[in-house]
């Protein structure tokens, strides 16, 4: 089985932050913590997770909680007058990604 594969697996081929279906063939391998902020093992597999393009690219280089701050201030954060929530009548809630649900069963 090759680092593709196996990452794929990692969540049963879903997003490992939104829960998403995956492609197979068309799927980013996203770096739970940057390769630029690593200094050894960038490529390990216990620091690769398969991710949908929009999770990947919304987060960037950051790690998971500046993640789920950044989330988090997109969807609650009136500060700048673009809150999604204030749209949407979303209530507070804490941000779970899909691997950590995944943990919880």
């Known amino acids: 089985m090759n680092k593709r594969e ?3 697996l990692k969540t049963n081929g879903r ?4 829960g998403c279906d ?14 630029s902020k ?9 620091n ?10 919304l987060k960037g280089s950051l790690d998971i909680s500046e993640f789920r701050e950044k989330i988090e201030d997109l ?3 009136n ?10 009548e979303i209530e507070p809630r804490e941000i779970l990604f899909y691997f ?3 943990k919880e069963k």
């Open 6 to 8: 196996k990452v794929f």
């Open 15 to 18: 997003c490992a932050y939104c």
């Open 22 to 35: 995956l492609d197979f063939y068309n799927f980013h391998i996203d770096h739970k913590k940057a390769k």
């Open 38 to 46: 690593l200094i050894k093992d960038k490529n390990n597999i216990r």
């Open 48 to 57: 690769l997770f398969p991710a949908c393009a929009d999770c990947n690219l």
């Open 75 to 77: 969807i609650y954060d």
């Open 79 to 88: 500060s700048r007058g673009r809150t999604i929530a204030k749209y949407y």
């Open 100 to 102: 950590e649900k995944r």
